[in-house]
């Protein structure tokens, strides 16, 4: 079970990551180097993988916290709360992915800036739920850690 527990891990981990970097990194640059047309273009067409990825990612290490709590092997509290936190990151990159997102291309299409504004700071918010779970995820995770002291 050690071994579900670090891929759900690792899973999490590298969404997080992937999240902070396009999030704080990649999309502000894009924007201001380049012309706004141009970089909304850039981050739309960048989007469909990022969400793929998140979905991917956290999927997987849903069913590996699922297929702890299954087990019971190191108890069923731990992976019971990170198997939540997983279904609420995958339920929120889903929201954000069928139904904000479209919403916000077709405003970004239409040239609403209001619509747009308003879905923009929608996904933003979403992302940050995101990533506040995936943050609780990790502090779990190394907080239930066995203690090494003493060897």
């Known amino acids: 079970m050690r071994v579900l527990r670090a891929f759900a891990l690792i899973c999490v981990a590298g969404w997080l990551g992937i999240m902070a970097f396009f999030s704080l990194g990649v999309a502000p640059l894009v924007f201001r180097a380049i012309d706004r047309a141009v970089a909304g273009q850039a981050v739309v067409a960048v989007l469909p993988s990022y969400y793929t990825w998140g979905l991917a990612l956290c999927g997987i290490a849903l069913v ?79 907080l239930s850690l066995p203690s090494r002291r003493g060897r």
């Open 64 to 142: 590996a916290n699922v297929l702890q709590v299954a087990s019971g092997g190191a108890g069923r509290l731990r992976p019971l709360a990170g198997a939540s936190l997983c279904g609420v990151m995958l339920g929120l990159l889903v929201w954000s992915s069928s139904v904000v997102a479209p919403r916000a291309e077709a405003a970004w299409r239409a040239r609403d800036d209001a619509a747009f504004a308003q879905s923009r700071r929608a996904l933003v918010q979403l992302n940050v739920a995101t990533m506040a779970a995936g943050a609780a995820f990790l502090c779990l995770e190394v």
